[in-house]
């Protein structure tokens, strides 16, 4: 039913010009670690703005920021 084949092959044939690497694929999961880490540090940094803005700045509390302070 299948011929059994000594090399790796995909489903499809790829684009000229590139070679398949089945064995040691690229991985780009550093990339999205670091995105992760700097956008928390960010939205942080943002929460901790509003918050400042709200108790300190403006001296109104709504329910809203209850409700970010209850749920993290």
């Not at 011929?3 to 010009?17: D, H, I, K, M, T």
Request: hydrophobic residues 45%.
């Amino acid at each position: 039913m299948f011929a059994w084949r000594e090399e790796v092959v995909g489903v499809f044939s790829p684009p000229p010009g590139v070679t398949p690497n089945f064995a040691n694929p690229p991985s780009r999961g550093h990339i999205i670690i670091t995105a992760n880490i700097v956008l928390s540090f960010v939205s942080t940094a943002f929460m901790g703005l509003r918050f400042y803005t709200n108790f300190f700045i403006t001296r109104k509390q709504g329910v809203d920021d209850c409700e970010y302070l209850y749920l993290s």
